[in-house]
């Protein structure tokens, strides 16, 4: 962001200062108590705000200072950017401070144990003033009325609400996996309509339940596989599917660390679910996050980067 030159010129910001106090205080005298400064130096420099605007800011009587209609407007602005400014100043210090406290933390079951878990030794170790709070629930938490710092949420599209800060950390995708025992045994399907001759692994909380559907291009299929074991619970068929029960449809982010050491290897590549999803960090309201947080959620961010299979 590029500073006004105007703001750089010596005094402009203790006038834009003096001004917002007075507003605010209702009286110079009020004002002057509350900076610790000389009432004269405030309306001193107030009235060079307002020669320099070319307008008057305030109405001023024997008892009282009030906000003309320009004043209030301007008075809203300006008190913007004190706020930016104050919330730089603390940024800048907390950044320089170590960082200490209590993360409390809302993390989803089977996420929190496979992605959030081991990260927590290592986070520790290396911030020994930090403690972590976590709760592991399916449950949808409010994070302001419960008092956490953070939650970490893994879904299709995140809740909006306006008052709370989202970030976005990392995307995923629904695939098939089967064990290479298993595919060795059966053979692998070569297009979606071929999963009706396999036994398949069927989470029931898919949107599209009983159905899979698939999407490769601009190509849909939608498949109603024989289920060999139905489960609501995602890593249940996770395990299935690493000993060679079948076919399972499930999240990358699930799937990923099998994948990756071998036990599970993609079937039908490039055919996945319609929508992805995504994995967010949901913060309180406000601009400014304490260090122990944002720390805390630049470890996941940092962590799903270097492993994760989209």
């Not at 130096?41 to 008892?63: A, D, F, H, K, N």
């Not at 030794?121 to 949808?140: D, K, T, V």
């Not at 008052?163 to 950390?169: A, D, P, Q």
């Not at 290897?265 to 309180?284: D, Q, T």
Request: net charge positive.
């Amino acid at each position: 962001m590029q500073i006004p030159q105007e703001l750089l010129e010596p005094g402009r910001l203790e006038e834009l200062a003096a001004f917002v106090a007075v507003a605010e205080a209702g009286s110079f005298t009020a004002a002057a108590g509350l900076l610790a400064r000389d009432a004269s130096v405030l309306s001193r420099r107030v009235s060079q705000l307002e020669r320099r605007l070319g307008v008057r800011l305030l109405s001023r009587t024997t008892r009282r200072v009030s906000l003309t209609e320009a004043g209030a407007t301007y008075c809203r602005r300006v008190q913007s950017l004190l706020d930016e400014m104050a919330d730089a100043n603390r940024e800048a210090s907390d950044h320089a401070a170590s960082p200490r406290g209590t993360v409390r933390v809302a993390l989803p079951v089977t996420f929190g144990q496979h992605w959030i878990a081991p990260l927590l030794p290592g986070f520790l170790r290396r911030h020994p003033q930090i403690r972590i709070e976590a709760r592991f629930s399916n449950h949808l938490v409010d994070i302001i009325a419960e008092g956490f710092d953070v939650a970490i949420r893994v879904v299709a599209t995140p809740q909006r609400d306006s008052s709370l800060t989202v970030r976005h950390l990392a995307s995923y995708r629904t695939i098939l996996v089967a064990a290479p025992d298993y595919l060795a045994g059966r053979g692998a399907p070569r297009v979606p309509a071929e999963l009706v001759r396999h036994a398949c692994l069927g989470f029931t909380g898919h949107a599209a339940w009983p159905d899979w559907v698939l999407v490769k291009d601009r190509r849909r299929q939608t498949v109603r596989p024989p289920y060999s074991l139905t489960a609501d619970y995602s890593e249940a068929l996770l395990t299935a599917a690493i000993r060679g029960a079948g076919i399972a449809f499930i999240a990358s982010w699930l799937a990923g660390p099998a994948l990756k050491a071998g036990q599970l290897v993609e079937v039908l590549p490039g055919w996945s679910g319609p929508e992805g999803g995504g994995v967010h960090a949901v913060l309180p309201p406000g601009r400014m996050v304490p260090a122990k947080t944002r720390l805390f959620v630049e470890e996941v961010a940092r962590a799903i980067r270097l492993s994760w299979t989209g």
